[in-house]
């Protein structure tokens, strides 16, 4: 079985900062592309921030030059460093993983059960 764990979500004032970070663990045989998605109420999911197995990364417009995805191979932790919070950044933020499990063959999407940031004065 193939888990994704995030952590770092909270409460951010305006202009504030948050680190995101989400460790796969499991049945994993290779992980390919990883990425951070979120949802604010009564919007459909979007995508943030997405990084390949060869450090590829690929951000949504309205993060660009605010956010940053990295991954660290040995520990499978993908993390999302958020700068300049914005009260629109405002959402339950999900951690996707393309993994080939050891039990199923092929990749598939596996998700984290997501983590709340919200930014507020």
């Known amino acids: 079985q193939v888990q994704l764990v995030e952590s770092g979500g909270g409460l951010v004032q305006p202009g504030g900062s948050l680190r995101l970070s989400c460790a796969a663990s499991?049945?994993?045989?290779?992980?390919?592309?990883m990425g951070w998605y979120r949802q604010a109420p009564g919007k459909q999911r979007e995508l943030v921030a997405t990084?390949?197995?060869?450090?590829?990364?690929n951000y949504a417009d309205s993060v660009k030059g605010r956010f940053a995805i990295s991954r660290d191979y040995t520990l499978r932790t993908v993390s999302l460093q958020m700068n300049s919070l914005k009260p629109e950044d405002t959402a339950v933020y999900y951690c996707?993983?393309?993994?080939?499990?050891?039990?199923?063959?092929?990749?598939?999407?596996?998700w984290g059960q997501g983590t709340q940031v919200t930014v507020s004065s």
């Open positions: 996707k993983g393309d993994i080939w499990s050891t039990t199923t063959p092929g990749f598939y999407d596996y």
């Open positions: 499991g049945s994993i045989s290779r992980i390919n592309a």
């Open positions: 990084i390949t197995s060869s450090d590829r990364t």
